[in-house]
């Protein structure tokens, strides 16, 4: 990391072990939602992580490096905090809200992450990066958003 190309790659790498990490930890999350709303919600998430993770892979080929992921201590953290609270939860209500603030977590971590990405990729010129990496910002912020009006709308109030 000696330079912005070095930070890049590294991040590169972060990111794409944290969607790794979030690919597995989605169907747990919805075998465990109580709200259909809430499960359909992670499921679709699933298969945006599998389109995210493509486009990664594409950004690794641009760049001419193999696809791998360094380890995130960062979403670990999160993903473990969000199990303790399928664990724990008294009830489907508690877990439903508990489980919706921990994607959203999920959610803010990939955001900080991809806006960095793009920045940076605009700096080194890589264009093609740029469009891959807004794609999937524009599915965390599509997702966070979503688990927002889920949890305001009615799953909040239910775990209440």
């Given at each position: 990391m000696k330079d912005l190309?070095?930070?890049?790659k590294h991040f590169l790498r972060d990111i794409y072990y944290?969607?790794?990490?979030?690919?597995?930890?989605?169907?747990?999350?919805?075998?465990?939602?109580?709200?259909?709303d809430l499960k359909d919600a992670f499921e679709h998430h699933h298969g945006e992580t599998e389109e995210q993770?493509?486009?990664?892979?594409k950004v690794f080929e641009l760049i001419g490096l193999k696809a791998r992921g360094v380890t995130?201590?960062?979403i670990d953290g999160i993903l473990d905090e969000g199990k303790e609270i399928m664990d724990e939860a008294g009830n489907?209500?508690?877990?439903d809200a508990g489980m919706i603030a921990a994607a959203q977590a999920v959610e803010h971590y990939e955001i900080t992450?991809?806006?960095?990405?793009?920045?940076?990729a605009k700096t080194l010129?890589?264009?093609?990066?740029?469009q891959l990496l807004s794609k999937n910002l524009e599915q965390e912020r599509a997702a966070d958003e979503k688990l927002t009006k889920l949890g305001e709308g009615a799953l909040n109030r239910e775990a209440a």
């Open positions: 190309d070095g930070l890049f944290a969607e790794k990490q979030v690919l597995k930890t989605l169907p747990k999350m919805a075998r465990k939602a109580g709200s259909s993770i493509e486009n990664l892979e995130c201590e960062a489907d209500d508690t877990r992450r991809y806006g960095t990405l793009i920045s940076w010129g890589l264009d093609e990066a740029v």
